[in-house]
């Protein structure tokens, strides 16, 4: 992966989970990385910062800066990717991480619930992929990934909100994917064919340690992703075991248990659906 070197990631949602882990799997192939996240100050419940990801990142030889930054808001935004351009000179890579979920059905979305997975899921990728775009065409190179799944309205009942704004992220990637095709920008969605180890499965009950998969899979797999051409690479709704079988040469999905023995069980809505709502854990 010698064609990373030297180029410059931001990744939104980095202070913790799939982002911390996506930072130091790119870091390590000789990435700049940005690390760009609400938290600046330990918190018990929240493990991680954006420093300690970056201290992570130097640790192994890394080179990371951290930007605090709320991705619902335009101007901090605006301040990431300035401040990106002043530290690294430059924007390769986007990774939009971050995210908020609400698995709760419509009469149970107040409007604050409604207009945070909003704003996290789909405003801020669209618009940081808007504020990318200029410098990544300027080097007529660039990979945008969006953590979401394929359009599959079957998957929207008992959580609207939240299925459409993850939704919306991905006709971000194919809409955009096809705007720039041939342009040497490409954009993707990259989501998990198992429930993965993250703060949203622990804390909404989604099965336990022997039913997930390592964040380390969907670190692997955005690696493979943006290792492709982006001129001709682009517009799909990716599947993370897919890409690493395809396009990685991964044979054995093991190592990526939680539980070595353990047995991850495929990402179905319909089915968490049903779990999530008789233990009900996300009351307003």
């Known amino acids: 992966m010698s064609q990373l070197k030297g180029k410059t990631a931001i990744i939104t949602g ?13 870091a390590r192939e000789g990435v700049n990385v940005v690390v760009a996240a609400k938290t600046t100050k330990e918190n018990p419940r929240l493990p991680g910062t954006i420093q300690t990801t970056v ?25 990431l990717v300035n401040e990106t351009i002043k530290v690294f000179g430059r924007i390769d890579i986007l990774i939009n991480n971050a995210g908020a979920i609400w698995l709760e059905p419509i009469e149970n979305t107040p409007e604050k619930r409604f207009d945070l997975v909003m704003e996290v899921n789909f405003k801020a990728p669209f618009f940081l992929s808007q504020l990318c775009l200029p410098h990544m065409k300027k080097n007529s190179w660039g990979h945008i990934v969006n953590m979401s799944p394929p359009v599959d309205p079957t998957d929207a009942a008992g959580k609207i909100a939240y299925m459409c704004s993850k939704f919306n992220m991905t006709l971000l ?34 099965g336990s340690p022997k039913d997930w998969r390592k964040a380390d899979i969907m670190a692997d797999a955005a690696a493979v992703i943006v290792q492709q051409d982006p001129k001709t690479f682009t517009g799909q709704a990716l599947i993370d075991e897919d890409v690493l079988r395809e396009k990685g040469g991964v044979k054995d999905f093991s190592i990526y248990n939680v539980v070595p023995d353990g047995s991850p069980r495929i990402l179905d809505w319909k089915v968490l659906s049903k779990e999530i709502q008789m233990m009900r854990p996300g009351k307003e």
């Open 55 to 79: 201290d992570e990142i130097k640790k192994i030889g890394g080179n990371a800066h951290a930007v605090k930054c709320n991705v619902r808001h335009i101007p901090e935004l605006d301040s």
């Open 14 to 26: 980095a202070s913790r989970g799939i982002g911390k882990i996506t930072a130091l799997r790119l």
């Open 173 to 206: 990637a194919h809409g955009l994917g096809e705007e720039l095709k041939g342009s040497g920008v490409a954009c993707n969605a990259l989501w998990p064919r198992t429930l993965v180890e993250s703060l949203a499965t622990i804390n909404w009950g989604m």
